[in-house]
């Protein structure tokens, strides 16, 4: 009789614990310890030098990371004029680009490469002028900040990621916010 009450105990204890974990299991997985690395991208910028582009796909799409020239930074805060959308009130961007260089740092840009108008891959140039980036389907240009010239077709600035830096020389692209 004993014995009978015993196991009865541990089965009902068995189911507790299964209950408990598929109760919790939501938490669990939204936590860090199950943090979703599929939708992150870790990229090292070491070997980018002032001027230059890196270029990486992610979700699918074209993202282009800039190290930007002190005369390209003193460039973007002088513009006032010209631009579509100076302030990006507008255009897509996380919270924290919603400024003149579209970007935590100003000396580093990231960008999504896909033209706003119908979503061509842009170029960036090697020796930025006026325009940094320019559409190949329908000539549209932009700023070293992404910022769309007036006289332009894209009716927006070029969209900007979500990341955060995870160390001076390493950035992290991410979906989560
Ligand atoms: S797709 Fe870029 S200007 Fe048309």
């Known amino acids: 009789m004993i014995d009978r009450r015993r196991i009865l105990t541990k089965i009902v204890q068995s189911f507790s614990v299964v209950g408990i974990f598929f109760a ?18 870790e ?20 993202v282009i990371i800039v190290r930007r020239s002190k005369k390209e930074i003193a460039a973007i805060n002088a513009r006032k004029t010209l631009l579509k959308d100076p302030l990006s009130d507008f255009s897509v961007q996380p919270s924290f680009a919603k400024n003149n260089s579209r970007s935590i740092r100003e000396d580093i840009f990231v960008v999504f490469g896909n033209c706003t108008h119908l979503g061509c891959i842009v170029k960036s140039r090697l020796t930025p002028g006026e325009s940094r980036f320019n559409c190949p389907c329908h000539d549209s240009k932009f700023d070293g900040a992404g910022r769309v010239f007036s006289n332009a077709v894209a009716p927006r600035n070029l969209e900007v990621p979500n990341y955060f830096f995870i160390s001076k020389n390493t950035l992290l692209l991410t979906a989560s916010k």
Do not use: A, M
């Not at 919790?24 to 991208?41: A, M, N, T, V």
């Open 24 to 41: 919790g299991y939501p938490f669990i997985k939204s936590s860090s310890i199950f943090k979703d690395r599929q939708h992150e991208l």
């Open 43 to 62: 990229i090292d910028l070491t070997d980018l030098s002032v001027n230059k582009v890196k270029e990486v796909s992610w979700l699918g799409r074209p």
